[in-house]
T-cell receptor, first 116, second 114 residues
Framework: EAGVTQSPTHLIKTRGQQVTLRCSPI?????VYWYQQALGLGLQFLLW???????NRGNFPPRFSGRQFPNYSSELNVNALELEDSALYLC???????????????FGPGTRLTVL | AQSVTQPDIHITVSEGASLELRCNYS??????LFWYVQSPGQGLQLLLK??????LVQGIKGFEAEFKRSQSSFNLRKPSVHWSDAAEYFC????????????FGTGTLLAVQP
């Protein structure tokens, strides 16, 4: 069974640009989560999608947004990139929906974003 | 506030030696606890999890962890470390319900000496 997949693997952008990261969950999983792992800041929760709806977001500005598609894959969009957005962006999926919120999260390999 | 503390930023052990990585949590309700491992440039791999029941949980790669409610701890152990265990280890608590997020510790970087 395929795990969580993310694309692209690496991205280099310049300040002010916009970027879209993609994530495909494990087959059968309906929840997708996004985390940011920035140097010195650790792993920070960004967004949670389930059944196509944004269920929760972390303490990030509105230029971080995303969506979940009917096939449960997800995109993370970051507008007006800043230098401090350079990080590894990790996507995770879990099998449950809101009613099964104790499900384990399984992570993808991440997308390394560098902002110059 | 919910939080996870991993007191050791960096640990070096010799191959074949035993290992214990510390994790302390702060959480108001019954915690759901996890250990993940991250190799350089990679995503997170789940080692083990504790939801309820037996407080000693077994994971993959020969790892185990013990939940101690009285000490708010969930330490990770391995009796004999292999060179391939060199990686960064993250403890996390699941903040379920409306937020459904994982709260991670800052990680412990494990180096293995030959």
């Amino acid at each position: 069974e395929a795990g969580v997949t993310q694309s692209p693997t690496h991205l280099i952008k310049t300040r002010g640009q916009q970027v879209t990261l993609r994530c495909s969950p494990i087959s059968g999983h309906t929840s997708v989560y996004w985390y940011q792992q920035a140097l010195g800041l650790g792993l920070q929760f960004l967004l949670w999608y389930d059944e196509g709806e944004e269920r929760n977001r972390g303490n990030f500005p509105p230029r971080f947004s995303g969506r979940q598609f009917p096939n449960y894959s997800s995109e993370l969009n970051v507008n007006a990139l800043e230098l401090e957005d350079s990080a590894l962006y990790l996507c995770a999926s879990s099998p449950g929906n809101v009613a099964h919120s104790t499900d384990t999260q399984y992570f993808g390999p991440g997308t390394r974003l560098t902002v110059l | 506030a919910q939080s996870v503390t991993q007191p050791d930023i960096h640990i070096t052990v010799s191959e074949g030696a035993s290992l214990e990585l510390r994790c302390n949590y702060s959480y108001g309700a019954t915690p759901y606890l996890f250990w993940y491992v991250q190799s350089p440039g990679q995503g997170l791999q789940l080692l083990l999890k504790y939801f309820s029941g037996d407080t000693l949980v077994q994971g993959i790669k020969g790892f185990e962890a013990e939940f101690k409610r009285s000490q708010s701890s969930f330490n990770l152990r391995k009796p004999s470390v292999h060179w391939s265990d060199a990686a960064e280890y993250f403890c996390a608590v699941g903040a379920w319900g409306a937020t459904n997020k994982l709260i991670f510790g800052t990680g412990t970087l494990l180096a293995v000496q030959p």
